[in-house]
């Protein structure tokens, strides 16, 4: 059965610091990957998405992410959190972009000045 | 250019009444799909509109069905409700793409 763990409920980083939110998925075969943002009482935004070729991919607002095929894994990472990045952070998996997305229990990010 | 818009934002029903959500797809988009996203939880999926037809679902009962118009809008129907359906409805459409997320409806059940 396929399903997406995001070990981390909540991580507390301070502005400036670097930041990895970790990923790991189960899928009968290599799965199209994606990260998503959501902010209190917003929808889901798309951060970056990996579908093949290059493992390390960039996206929006300065993360990028990993994809590790031995490890089942697509970490998201960002260099130097800022405070407007706190926010609930979704890893998802889908055979395509036209079928089911399944989504981790997400990671709430908490930014300290 | 809109994106995903959904309707009503927030909404509260009791136990046992019947529920209707809307939502209207980003500009482009055909496909629509509807997820439920529980406090502290991740999105689940109920279902995806295509062509008007339903082309997949999640692991959810009948008493949710739904139903996509010629103009790829779509509505989610939830009948007899109970306590546990209390959720955030998020719409996401795509055409061959990722998922574009609305900001959802947020049902409570009393």
């Known amino acids: 059965a396929q399903s997406v763990t995001q070990p981390d409920i909540h991580i507390t980083v301070s502005e400036g610091a670097s930041l990895e939110l970790r990923c790991n998925y189960s899928?009968?075969?290599?799965?199209?990957l994606f990260w998503y943002v959501q902010s209190p009482g917003q929808g889901l935004q798309l951060l970056l998405k990996?579908?093949?070729?290059?493992?390390l991919v960039q996206g929006i607002k300065g993360f990028e992410a990993e994809f590790k095929r031995s490890q089942s894994s697509f970490n998201l990472r960002k260099p130097s959190v800022h405070w407007s990045d706190a926010a609930e952070y979704f890893c998802a998996v889908a055979l395509n972009t036209g079928n089911q997305f399944y989504f981790g229990t997400g990671t709430s990010l908490t930014v300290i000045p | 250019d809109a994106g995903v818009t959904q309707s009503p934002t927030h909404l509260i029903k009791t136990r046992g009444q019947q529920v209707t959500l809307r939502c209207s797809p980003k500009?482009?988009?055909?496909?629509v799909s509807w997820y439920q996203q529980a406090l502290g939880q991740g999105p689940q999926f109920i279902f995806q509109y295509y062509e008007e037809e339903e082309r997949q679902r999640g692991n959810f009962p009948d008493r949710f069905s739904g139903h996509q118009f010629p103009n790829y809008s779509s509505e989610l129907n939830v009948n007899a409700l109970l306590l546990g359906d209390s959720a955030l409805y998020l719409c996401?459409?795509?055409?061959?793409?990722?998922?574009?997320f609305g900001n959802g409806t947020r049902l409570t059940v009393t």
């Open positions: 990996y579908f093949s070729g290059d493992t």
């Open positions: 899928y009968g075969a290599t799965p199209y």
């Open positions: 996401a459409s795509s055409h061959s793409s990722p998922l574009h």
């Open positions: 500009s482009g988009h055909d496909t």
